[in-house]
């Protein structure tokens, strides 16, 4: 049953410093960006919170640009606020990291594409969230602030497990930094329909003196291939990294899919990717 709306709080501050000390003063208050995970959340009635900090005003969320320095192989730094839009419009990722500017294509339809943020899609921590493979194959950095200050932490280690994360309740993930990528990028997602669907399986994978893979949709959280990727590296075979592969996913049953066929789809994603990378 729907969450009634009249049992829900809005606070919406004006910065980030405002919306920061609404947090330290009650971590147990909810931030919202674009707010397409949580409405659904809200119309299931699935969500226990009552209280919601909008983060959707704070300009200084928002924008793609290039590193500090300013120099054309520097970091890039994406806003926690950038929608799918943005980054898909955006020139510099369109350049730099092209296989995120095609999983953005694939998050569901216009609409979600004009409010879901990036941040919203890494904070939310499904295992199906479709930018997640690219920014672990990226070797991407999650930008959190508090109150307290600011830390930065890889973004293969930002998940604990199932919807868990390092992000502590008075922490906001302000943007993400992703470094130069040496090699071809590649992205598939597989579902039932090419958008509006939940992911099967999906995988980024980047092509370079050393080669990086990661899938989504096959464990509690995203999964680097590291087994797999590394027999790529050395010039092995794709049938001994599809072998690999198989050591180090052990994707479940659910609604879905079975976890034999995302095993399945994994193997010949990976197939996919090595073929049209060479
Ligand atoms: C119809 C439909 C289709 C969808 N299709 C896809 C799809 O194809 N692929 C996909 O991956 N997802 C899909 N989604 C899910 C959703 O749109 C994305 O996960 C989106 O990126 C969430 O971003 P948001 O800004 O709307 O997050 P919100 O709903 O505002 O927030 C989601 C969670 O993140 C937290 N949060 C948000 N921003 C921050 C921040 N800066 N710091 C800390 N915590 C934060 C919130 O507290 C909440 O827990 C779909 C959703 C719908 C309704």
Redesign the pocket.
């Known amino acids: 049953m729907p969450t009634p709306v009249s049992a829900l709080s809005l606070q919406r501050p004006r910065t980030l410093t405002a919306a920061l000390a609404m947090l330290a003063d009650d971590p147990t208050l909810?931030?919202?960006?674009?707010?397409?995970?949580?409405?659904?959340n809200l119309h299931f009635g699935t969500l226990e919170n009552r209280r919601?900090v909008d983060?959707w005003g704070l300009d200084e969320?928002r924008g793609i640009r290039a590193g500090a320095s300013g120099a054309s192989r520097a970091s890039i730094r994406i806003g926690?606020?950038a929608?799918?839009t943005d980054i898909i419009r955006s020139p510099l990722v369109q350049r730099r990291v092209p296989m995120l500017v095609a999983?953005a294509r694939?998050?569901?339809?216009a609409?979600?594409q004009n409010?879901?943020?990036?941040?919203?899609?890494?904070?939310?921590?499904?295992p199906?969230?479709?930018?997640?493979p690219v920014l672990a194959a990226a070797g991407a950095r999650v930008v959190?602030r508090s109150a307290k200050g600011e830390r930065t932490v890889p973004f293969n280690g930002f998940y604990t497990g199932y919807r868990t994360s390092v992000?502590q309740p008075a922490?906001?993930?302000?943007a993400v930094e992703i470094p130069p990528i040496e090699g071809r990028q590649w992205w598939r997602?597989v579902?039932t329909r090419r958008?509006?669907?939940?992911?099967k399986v999906m995988m980024a994978g980047v092509r370079g003196r050393t080669v990086r893979v990661a899938i989504g949709s096959v464990a509690p959280t995203v999964v680097q291939a590291t087994a797999a990727a590394e027999v790529l590296t050395k010039g092995g075979s794709i049938a001994d990294a599809q072998t690999a592969l198989r050591s180090e996913i052990t994707p479940i049953d659910d609604i879905r899919s079975t976890g034999e066929y995302r095993l399945r789809v994994a193997e010949n994603l990976l197939a996919a990717f090595w073929r049209e990378t060479k």
């Open positions: 909810t931030p919202i960006a674009g707010c397409t995970d949580v409405f659904v919601f983060l969320l926690a606020l929608t799918y999983a694939e998050v569901g339809g609409q979600i409010r879901g943020t990036l941040g919203g899609n890494i904070a939310n921590a499904s199906a969230g479709d930018t997640l959190l992000r922490e906001l993930i302000t997602k579902g958008a509006q669907a939940i992911s």
